[in-house]
C-alpha cells in the first residue's frame, strides 16, 4: 500500500473543524481520577468483561496490551483525560493482572516485548520477506530510476547532461 506524502493534514486543519465534533473535544464525563477509576474498575470487573479478558490473557496477549486498549478506549469514549488515563495506567494493569492469577491462567505474559532472540529474528525476517516481496512487484525501470535520483543529496549540485548545453 503506496502512502502518499502530501495526505497529512495542513497544520491549524483541526482549528477550523466544528468544536465538540469529537468525544474527545468534549470535556470529560469523569474529570476527577477517583471517579474515572472507580467507574473503570466497575466495569472491568462486571462478568462479561473479566470473560473477555480471561479469554484474552489464555490466547497469549500480555496484559499489558490489554490495560493499554483498556485505557485507550475510555479516552476515546470520552470518559476521561488523557493525562487522568496515564495515572490509572498502574491500577488497570495490576487489575488484569488480578484478574488472570485468580482466573487460573497458567501462562500469563505480563509486558509487551519480545521473549528471547528467536522472537526478534522471526520478526527481522518477516519484514525482510515483505522487504523483498514488495521489491519484486516493483518494475526495474522504476527501481533503477528511484536509485539514481536517491544518491543525489538535496543541496548537491545537478548533473548537467552534454545534450543540454548545446
Not at 4 to 26: C, N, Q, R, Y
Not at 28 to 56: G, H, I, N, Q, Y
Not at 57 to 66: F, M, N, P, Q
Not at 143 to 159: C, H, N, V, W, Y
Amino acid at each position: 500500500m503506496a502512502i502518499e506524502e502530501f495526505s497529512a493534514p495542513i497544520p491549524g486543519e483541526s482549528l477550523t473543524e466544528e468544536p465538540g465534533k469529537w468525544s474527545w473535544d468534549k470535556p470529560p464525563r469523569f474529570p476527577k481520577f477517583e471517579d474515572a477509576l472507580d467507574t473503570t474498575m466497575e466495569r472491568m470487573f462486571s462478568p462479561k468483561s473479566v470473560s473477555k479478558v480471561l479469554t484474552m490473557l489464555d490466547a497469549g496477549v500480555d496484559a499489558e496490551s490489554i490495560s493499554r486498549v483498556v485505557l485507550f478506549s475510555g479516552f476515546m469514549e470520552g470518559q476521561y483525560t488523557p493525562d487522568v488515563a496515564v495515572l490509572m495506567g498502574q491500577n488497570v494493569y495490576e487489575a488484569v493482572v488480578t484478574i488472570g492469577t485468580i482466573g487460573g491462567i497458567k501462562n500469563l505474559k505480563l509486558e509487551n516485548k519480545p521473549s528471547n532472540k528467536d522472537d526478534i529474528d522471526f520478526a527481522q525476517e518477516m519484514a525482510n520477506l515483505k522487504f523483498t516481496n514488495d521489491i519484486k512487484e516493483r518494475p526495474i525501470k522504476e527501481i533503477a530510476t528511484k536509485s539514481k535520483e536517491q544518491t543525489m543529496g538535496l543541496m548537491a549540485k545537478p548533473e548537467v547532461k552534454e545534450e543540454e548545453i548545446v
